[in-house]
């Protein structure tokens, strides 16, 4: 099992409309997580850190179920500007220097 | 000064030249790290620093040889490479080693031809 996996998308919503994102982890043991953002031919950005059981900022929120080893993040009132894709990231946990990757949420809203 | 800068941020070399990615980072952070992003793959770790030792080299080949010469500096120097090193070549950097926030530079697109 991958350490960090993601729906690859695409999602394409209309504008305004709220949009969820699930990621699952496979090490029970991991105690943070980020959300990235990345945007076409540019360097993931940090979205949110999330801690305990969950982080909202604004439109976006983080939510994390450790029993069923998920994170979710949900976008509300979708703005043109959200469109990029998505990274969900978990720390290894085994004592190393590594952040897991996955292979990103591609988010398309649409006019 | 932003964060992480990244030079060149375009670089394109045949298979038998010698070029080097230059990063620096004016966050005050001890770790530096190089990754690997390929198209439609996730991205690829290829070696971390922290305060200045290597940390990590995950099986990456001998054609790409990191340096760090200080805390705030970190480079990737490139020989004799392949079509498929071709990647977006990403520097970051966090406070400490071990699974802190990191903050990406802007990346240097390479091309081998």
């Known amino acids: 099992r991958k350490e960090v996996e993601q729906d690859p998308g695409p999602f394409n919503v209309p504008e305004g409309a709220t949009v969820a994102f699930n990621c699952t982890y496979s090490?029970?043991?991991?105690?943070?997580f980020f959300w990235y953002r990345q945007d076409c031919r540019k360097e993931p950005k940090l979205l949110m850190s999330?801690?305990?059981s969950g982080n909202e900022d604004g439109r976006f929120t983080a939510q994390l179920n450790r029993a069923s080893q998920y994170i979710s993040l949900l976008i509300r009132d979708s703005k043109l500007s959200d469109s990029a894709t998505y990274l969900c990231v978990v720390p290894d946990q085994t004592g190393a220097n590594n952040l897991f990757f996955g292979t990103g949420t591609r988010l398309t809203v649409i006019p | 000064e932003t964060g992480v800068t990244q030079t060149p941020r375009h670089l394109v070399m045949g298979m038998t030249n010698k070029k080097s990615l230059k990063c620096e980072q004016h966050?005050?952070?001890?770790?530096m790290y190089w990754y690997k992003q390929s198209a439609k793959k996730p991205l690829e770790l290829m070696f971390v620093y922290s305060l200045e030792e290597r940390v990590e080299n995950n099986s990456v080949p001998s054609r790409f040889s990191p340096e760090c010469p200080n805390s705030s500096h970190l480079f990737l120097h490139l020989h004799t490479l392949q079509p498929e090193d071709s990647a977006l070549y990403l520097c970051a950097s966090s406070q400490d080693r071990g699974g802190s926030e990191q903050y990406f530079g802007p990346g240097t697109r390479l091309t081998v031809t």
């Open positions: 090490n029970s043991a991991s105690q943070s």
């Open positions: 999330v801690y305990s």
């Open positions: 966050l005050g952070h001890n770790a």
